[in-house]
C-alpha cells in the first residue's frame, strides 16, 4: 500500500507540473505560445531528456554521412516541432480554426472521398511528421468521422486530461488495450474511417525496412484493411514555413496484397515524404532499436 501511495503522490505532482506550464502558456496568444513551446522544447527539454543525444545517434544509424552541420540543424528543428506539436493538441478551438481550410493535396484525396460516399471502410496511414492532429482536426471539421487509437499514458491523471485534448480535435478514439482496439476494428469494419500511427517500432512486427534500416512494424492495419475490403491512404500533415500552418498530403492508396509488402510500400512511402521535411519527423522515437534485434537474431541462432 505504501508504494501505492508514493506512486499516487508522484502522479499527481507530475500532473500538476504539467497543468501548471500548459496553463500557463495556454493563457498566451495562440501564435506566441505555438513559438514559445517550441523554444522550450529546442532550449530546456530536449537536452534534459537526453532527446538531443537520441536524434543523433538514430541519425548515425540510417545517414551516416550527414554532415554535422545538418545534424546540429535537425537537433533544433525535431524538438521545436514536438513541442508546437504538443500545445496545438492543447489548443483546442484556437487550434482546429488554425487549421481549417488546411490545403489538401495527392492522389488520395479522391479515393478517400469515394471511399467514404461509397460507404467503404477507409484506413488512413499516417506518421509522426509535421502534427498528425491536424489531419484529425481538419477532417472532422470537413465531416468526416475518424476514430483513433492511442497509448494511454502511464500517468492515469495525465491521461485524463491527454484524452480529453485528443477527443476535441476527432471522435472516437479508442486505447490500445484489448477492449479498445476491438472496438477501432468494429469502426473500420462498419464502413468506417479510421487514422492510424503506423512509425512505431513492434518487438513482433513484421522485417520490414525504414531508411534502409531493419524497422520491424505492425501489419495490423493492413490486415485489418484486407479482410474489410478498406481502402489503404498514406497521409500527412506538414507545417508550413510559418510554423503554425499545414499542408495536407494524402498519397496513391496502397494496392491491396501481401500485407507486409502493403507495409513495405508505406514505410517507403513515409521516408520519401521524411526525406523532404527532416525536421519534422519525430527522430526522438527508438524507431530502429538495432541492439534490441542483433541480441534477438543472436537469441534464435542459439535456440536452434
Same mark, same amino acid.
Not at 511528421?129 to 468526416?144: C, H, K, T, V
Given at each position: 500500500?505504501?508504494?501505492?501511495?508514493?506512486?499516487?503522490?508522484?502522479?499527481?505532482?507530475?500532473?500538476?507540473?504539467?497543468?501548471?506550464?500548459?496553463?500557463?502558456?495556454?493563457?498566451?496568444?495562440?501564435?506566441?505560445?505555438?513559438?514559445?513551446?517550441?523554444?522550450?522544447?529546442?532550449?530546456?527539454?530536449?537536452?534534459?531528456?537526453?532527446?538531443?543525444?537520441?536524434?543523433? @545517434?538514430?541519425?548515425?544509424?540510417?545517414?551516416? =554521412?550527414?554532415?554535422?552541420?545538418?545534424?546540429? @540543424?535537425?537537433?533544433?528543428?525535431? #524538438?521545436?516541432?514536438?513541442?508546437? %506539436?504538443?500545445?496545438?493538441?492543447?489548443?483546442?478551438?484556437?487550434?482546429?480554426?488554425?487549421?481549417?481550410?488546411?490545403?489538401?493535396?495527392?492522389?488520395?484525396?479522391?479515393?478517400?472521398?469515394?471511399?467514404?460516399? *461509397?460507404?467503404?471502410?477507409? *484506413?488512413?496511414?499516417?506518421?509522426?511528421?509535421?502534427?498528425? =492532429?491536424?489531419?484529425?482536426?481538419?477532417?472532422?471539421?470537413?465531416?468526416? $468521422?475518424?476514430?483513433?487509437?492511442? /497509448?494511454?499514458?502511464?500517468?492515469?491523471?495525465?491521461?485524463?486530461?491527454?484524452?480529453?485534448?485528443? %477527443?476535441?480535435?476527432?471522435? #472516437?478514439?479508442?486505447?490500445?488495450?484489448?477492449?479498445?482496439?476491438?472496438?477501432?476494428?468494429?469502426?473500420?469494419? /462498419?464502413?468506417?474511417?479510421?487514422?492510424?500511427?503506423?512509425?512505431?517500432?513492434? %518487438?513482433?512486427?513484421?522485417?520490414?525496412?525504414?531508411?534502409?534500416?531493419?524497422?520491424?512494424?505492425?501489419?495490423?492495419?493492413?490486415?485489418?484493411?484486407?479482410?474489410? =475490403?478498406?481502402?489503404?491512404?498514406?497521409?500527412?500533415?506538414?507545417?508550413?514555413?510559418?510554423?503554425?500552418?499545414?499542408?495536407?498530403?494524402?498519397?496513391?492508396?496502397?494496392?491491396?496484397?501481401? #500485407?507486409?509488402?502493403?507495409?513495405? $510500400?508505406?514505410?517507403? @512511402?513515409?521516408?520519401?515524404?521524411?526525406?523532404?521535411?527532416?525536421?519534422?519527423?519525430?527522430?526522438?522515437?527508438?524507431?530502429? @532499436?538495432?541492439?534490441?534485434?542483433?541480441?534477438?537474431?543472436?537469441?534464435?541462432?542459439? =535456440? %536452434?
Amino acid at each position: 500500500m505504501a508504494r501505492d501511495n508514493r506512486s499516487d503522490l508522484s502522479d499527481r505532482f507530475q500532473d500538476l507540473v504539467i497543468r501548471g506550464l500548459l496553463g500557463a502558456v495556454l493563457t498566451l496568444p495562440y501564435p506566441t505560445r505555438v513559438c514559445l513551446m517550441g523554444w522550450l522544447l529546442r532550449r530546456v527539454l530536449a537536452p534534459i531528456v537526453g532527446w538531443d543525444d537520441r536524434i543523433r @545517434k538514430n541519425l548515425a544509424h540510417v545517414c551516416p =554521412d550527414m554532415p554535422e552541420d545538418e545534424i546540429r @540543424k535537425l537537433i533544433r528543428e525535431v #524538438p521545436d516541432n514536438v513541442g508546437r %506539436s504538443m500545445i496545438e493538441l492543447y489548443s483546442g478551438e484556437e487550434f482546429r480554426a488554425c487549421v481549417t481550410g488546411a490545403p489538401m493535396g495527392g492522389p488520395g484525396f479522391e479515393a478517400v472521398a469515394e471511399a467514404r460516399a *461509397a460507404g467503404r471502410p477507409v *484506413a488512413l496511414v499516417t506518421a509522426h511528421i509535421g502534427n498528425f =492532429d491536424a489531419l484529425r482536426a481538419n477532417l472532422q471539421d470537413r465531416g468526416y $468521422e475518424i476514430a483513433g487509437l492511442y /497509448r494511454e499514458m502511464n500517468n492515469p491523471r495525465f491521461n485524463e486530461h491527454y484524452v480529453g485534448a485528443l %477527443s476535441a480535435n476527432g471522435k #472516437p478514439v479508442f486505447p490500445t488495450n484489448r477492449t479498445g482496439t476491438l472496438n477501432f476494428v468494429k469502426h473500420l469494419a /462498419r464502413g468506417g474511417m479510421v487514422g492510424i500511427l503506423a512509425d512505431l517500432y513492434s %518487438s513482433n512486427g513484421a522485417s520490414v525496412t525504414f531508411f534502409g534500416k531493419d524497422a520491424p512494424t505492425s501489419t495490423a492495419i493492413c490486415d485489418w484493411s484486407l479482410k474489410y =475490403d478498406a481502402v489503404v491512404v498514406p497521409c500527412y500533415a506538414i507545417r508550413r514555413p510559418d510554423g503554425l500552418r499545414f499542408d495536407l498530403i494524402f498519397d496513391e492508396p496502397v494496392a491491396h496484397r501481401d #500485407p507486409v509488402e502493403m507495409m513495405q $510500400e508505406i514505410n517507403d @512511402k513515409l521516408e520519401a515524404v521524411v526525406r523532404q521535411h527532416m525536421g519534422q519527423w519525430f527522430w526522438i522515437h527508438r524507431r530502429w @532499436k538495432p541492439n534490441r534485434r542483433r541480441r534477438k537474431r543472436h537469441q534464435s541462432s542459439s =535456440d %536452434s
